[in-house]
């Protein structure tokens, strides 16, 4: 069983005309939220093997967010293709990943991520994967638990969401 968890990058200022969509920064509601999330997978005791990011600095800004409360002791990868990713783009990536990977993090956009969570699970007993397709706002996060052996069996329909974590549902 394979695990991947995907988080929406956190809230972006749109206050900068002059600065182009990949360089926009986020604004302080985000870097709070991007902590906030930080201080919850330190709390859980949550593990990476592997985090794959897209270069965009919002999404860079998230990592370093999180990185002032938590401690990633995996290697960081930002890799331009997820850059506003399809969930088509986002599945190819993910079937790509090594096999030593048995639990990944994927930081990047919607509607991309959001879409992924929907094709690749199945609703589950209490509503999350319902509750995504409602919304997956920013700093959103998503676990699924992944009926695969290998990163390249992952396919529509084979995963669960186990955990759905909001910052604003966060103390």
């Given at each position: 069983?394979?695990?991947?968890?995907?988080?929406?990058?956190?809230?972006?200022?749109?206050?900068?005309?002059?600065?182009?969509?990949?360089?926009?920064?986020?604004?302080?509601?985000?870097?709070?939220?991007?902590?906030?999330?930080?201080?919850?997978?330190?709390?859980?005791g949550?593990?990476?093997?592997?985090?794959?990011?897209?270069?965009?600095a919002?999404?860079?800004e998230?990592?370093?967010?999180?990185?002032?409360?938590?401690?990633?002791?995996?290697?960081?990868?930002?890799?331009?293709?997820?850059?506003?990713a399809?969930?088509?783009?986002?599945?190819?990536?993910?079937?790509g990943?090594?096999?030593?990977?048995?639990?990944?993090?994927?930081?990047?956009?919607?509607?991309?991520?959001?879409?992924?969570?929907?094709?690749?699970?199945?609703?589950?007993?209490?509503?999350?994967?319902?509750?995504?397709?409602?919304?997956?706002?920013?700093?959103?996060?998503?676990?699924?638990?992944?009926?695969?052996?290998?990163?390249?069996?992952?396919?529509?329909?084979?995963?669960?969401?186990?955990?759905?974590?909001?910052?604003?549902?966060?103390?």
């Open positions: 069983m394979k695990r991947l968890t995907l988080l929406r990058h956190a809230k972006s200022n749109w206050g900068h005309e002059e600065v182009d969509d990949l360089n926009r920064p986020l604004n302080e509601r985000g870097w709070k939220a991007a902590r906030r999330i930080g201080k919850e997978f330190k709390h859980r949550i593990h990476f093997d592997l985090v794959l990011a897209s270069t965009a919002r999404v860079r998230t990592i370093d967010g999180l990185k002032e409360k938590f401690e990633f002791d995996c290697e960081i990868l930002f890799e331009q293709q997820l850059y506003l399809s969930a088509e783009t986002l599945l190819s990536t993910v079937r990943l090594s096999e030593t990977v048995h639990s990944a993090l994927l930081v990047g956009h919607n509607p991309g991520l959001e879409r992924l969570v929907i094709e690749l699970t199945r609703d589950d007993d209490h509503g999350l994967r319902r509750r995504v397709s409602n919304k997956f706002p920013t700093a959103a996060l998503a676990v699924i638990e992944l009926q695969a052996e290998s990163w390249s069996d992952v396919a529509p329909g084979c995963g669960q969401v186990v955990d759905l974590i909001l910052p604003k549902e966060l103390a």
